[in-house]
């Protein structure tokens, strides 16, 4: 199982950037996958709760993935507006814990960041 994170990379944020706003994504998976989805998530945990971060190139690429996305848990992250991008703005998807093959056939085409 994993969760996976993909980062809209045609905003140029700093690698500090990137991973709050992956760190805020992971928080809000887990909570749902254990407050709606009724997830396993200590199996998660037991398996090394491992993260994938990818990477797509515009707000619109992020979206299609989101919205293709179902049966499982998933988050848009967007930003306050106090350091790097305009308040309102879509950073990150997040998307699981789930098994990896589900998460592969849905992620597979995407780089890593």
């Not at 996958?33 to 009724?38: G, P």
């Not at 709760?49 to 190139?57: H, R």
């Not at 967007?78 to 879509?90: I, M, N, S």
Request: charged share 25%; with cysteine; glycine share 8%.
């Amino acid at each position: 199982m994993k969760q996976v994170f993909i980062v809209r990379r045609d905003l140029g944020m700093s690698t500090g950037k990137i991973a709050v706003q992956v760190a805020h994504a992971s928080q809000q998976l887990c909570e749902m996958a254990i407050k709606r989805f009724n997830m396993d998530y200590e199996r998660w945990k037991r398996e090394g709760a491992k993260k994938v971060v990818l990477y797509v190139n515009s707000k619109d690429e992020l979206l299609k993935f989101y919205d293709d996305v179902i049966g499982m848990p998933k988050v848009l992250i967007t930003d306050a507006g106090l350091t790097e991008v305009p308040a309102g703005t879509v950073t990150v998807a997040g998307f699981g814990p789930a098994e990896d093959g589900k998460m592969n056939r849905f992620f597979g085409s995407l780089p890593l960041l």
